[in-house]
Structures are given as structure tokens and as C-alpha cells.
């Protein structure tokens, strides 16, 4: 059964970093751009890094642009966001989404909470 599962959530101070992985089983990560959203409390869904299939597109929203790093490892089957500098606006659930290069579903992880607070 295709599915994506995030890890790495947690509290954190502001100024401080977390790494979030998301994995992927049941189809290979190499056929699908590799994206990140988040959800605060309150707000829409918004997309914050995605990274292209091989890895040689990013993009990143303005709001994190300079501060996340997304990273993918086609090899395992997984792709990362390194996050540093949180602030407590970065507070929300983090969902991994996988999406086709060419055909075929899409698939959404169920989240993992990150929380900025002092």
C-alpha cells in the first residue's frame, strides 16, 4: 500500500532547528516531486518547499526562504526539510505530499506537529 509518513516534529525553542523526514513505501520517490505544506492553526494549507523529482528544481515560499532546506534521497526512498531559525509563525502541522512526474496518484502523509515556543 502506497503511502508517505512524516517524523521529526516536535517543540522547539525560536531560533532553534528540526529536521522533518518523510518517507515513502509502496512506490519509488524518484517518479514524484516531493513537496512540503503546512497547516497552522486557524489557516489554509499552504505549500513551502517542494523539490522536483530529480532534484534539480526547488522552490520555497518567501516565509521560509532562506531558513529550510528541502532535501530528497531518492536511494532511501525519502525526502527531508531542514528547518533553522523557527520562529514561532513556523508553529503548525507539516505534511509531505508526493505528486507524479508523469501519472499516476498523488499521496498525502497525515502530519507531524512542529511547535515554536519559548
Known amino acids: 500500500q502506497e503511502r508517505v509518513v512524516e517524523s521529526g516534529g516536535g517543540k522547539v525553542q525560536p531560533g532553534g532547528s528540526l529536521k522533518l523526514s518523510c518517507a515513502a513505501s509502496?512506490?519509488?520517490?524518484?517518479?514524484?516531486?516531493m513537496s512540503w505544506y503546512r497547516q497552522a492553526e486557524g489557516k489554509q494549507r499552504e505549500m513551502i518547499a517542494s523539490?522536483?523529482?530529480?532534484?534539480?528544481?526547488?522552490f520555497y515560499a518567501d516565509s521560509v526562504k532562506n531558513r529550510f532546506t528541502i532535501e530528497r534521497d531518492n536511494d532511501k526512498n525519502e525526502a527531508y526539510l531542514q528547518m533553522t531559525g523557527l520562529k514561532l509563525e513556523d508553529s503548525a502541522v507539516y505534511y509531505c505530499?508526493?505528486?507524479?512526474?508523469?501519472?499516476?496518484?498523488?499521496?498525502w502523509g497525515k502530519g507531524t506537529l512542529v511547535t515554536v515556543s519559548p
Open positions: 505530499h508526493a505528486s507524479p512526474a508523469f501519472q499516476g496518484l498523488d499521496y
Open positions: 509502496g512506490f519509488l520517490t524518484r517518479g514524484y516531486h
Open positions: 523539490i522536483s523529482h530529480l532534484g534539480g528544481n526547488i
